[in-house]
């Protein structure tokens, strides 16, 4: 690397630019080098054994102590760097301690929505080590692992936040993305339903079997009235409450005949007491797209 500051005798070559002996070396240290790669490798082989320990733990029905198992592997794994991302190569059935995990295509393009939860190292670049590459892969088997067991453990709000760290991993998951979808629907909320809607038409561009597209085909449209319904319903909700709180605030402050406050230290400042209510504000279309506000008693 060219030292950007130099002098202007050392420009004009006046005097000879000798090298500092205490400037650092824009070459690497290979054993430095070396030592990183050793010490990546070292934790990935206390983090695959723990894994295998909690895949004995899955498989035998002990859904706590193999939770345990993939933190405790997971923790022995270095932090997801966050920079610019595209693909990760996907786990494989073997990595996953749940048997029935189908590998995704390793060229598949990652989808909009994982792109905006978090932007990652694309490990899938010549310019990472395979270390670097087995690091992400497992990491992704990992969550994903443990969001199984959450969904075992009857905690599909966990689980839901597990999968979405293994999908940040590996977008092209499918697994992650099945498991995913399948517990925001027992949540079955507005958000979590909507969340479901994305997962089905991510899994529309990377499932390949015909009976798998048509079976995600017919839960779209069964999602489809109960996204509409949940959304109606904390609509509703929310408008109810506000409705509750603008009468609370409207009844303790205007007397209802004299439009003077009603609430004073004589007096009782109960909700809704000789006030007025959202109900005497009626909202109609004006005829231009907006509404107009209209006051009665």
């Known amino acids: 690397m060219d030292i950007a500051d130099v002098d202007s005798a050392i420009q004009l070559g006046t005097i000879p630019m ?5 400037e650092p070396s824009s070459h690497p240290d290979p054993e430095e080098e070396e030592s990183e790669e050793t010490l990546v490798e070292n934790h990935l082989e206390v ?13 035998a029905g002990k859904w706590n102590e193999a939770l345990v ?13 966050t920079k610019p991302q595209d693909t990760p190569k996907p786990p494989t059935r073997e990595e996953d301690g749940d048997e029935d995990d189908t590998a995704p295509a390793a060229d598949m393009k990652p989808t909009e929505s994982a792109e905006k939860e978090e932007k990652v190292v694309d490990v899938s670049s010549p310019g990472v080590a395979e270390a670097d590459k087995e690091v992400s892969q497992l990491r992704a088997v990992l969550n994903a692992n443990i969001g199984a067991c959450f969904v075992k453990l009857g905690d599909h709000k966990e689980a839901v936040k597990a999968c979405s760290e293994a999908i940040l991993d590996s977008p092209t998951y499918v697994k992650a993305l099945e498991r995913r979808s399948s517990s925001n629907e ?8 909507t969340s479901v809607q994305e997962d089905y038409n991510t899994l529309l561009k990377l499932v390949t079997s015909p009976s798998q597209l048509a079976d995600i085909r017919r839960k779209l449209q069964h999602l489809k009235p109960r996204l509409e319904a949940a959304q109606k319903r904390e609509t509703d909700e929310m408008l109810g409450k506000l409705k509750g709180l603008g009468n609370s605030i409207l009844g303790a402050i205007f007397d209802l005949g004299t439009g003077i406050p009603a609430c004073t230290h004589e007096t009782d400042c109960g909700a809704g007491n000789f006030g007025l209510s959202t109900d005497n504000f009626k909202f109609e279309p004006n005829g231009a797209g907006g509404y107009s506000v209209n006051f009665s008693r």
Do not use: D, H, M, V
């Not at 000798?18 to 205490?22: I, K, L, N, R, V």
């Not at 027992?186 to 339903?193: A, D, K, R």
């Open 18 to 22: 000798q090298p500092s002996a205490t």
């Open 47 to 59: 983090a695959n054994e723990r894994k295998a320990e909690g895949n004995e733990c899955f498989r």
């Open 69 to 81: 198992a993939y933190r405790s592997a997971l923790n022995c794994l270095p932090k997801r760097p």
């Open 186 to 193: 027992i949540i079955n909320s507005w958000t979590s339903l």
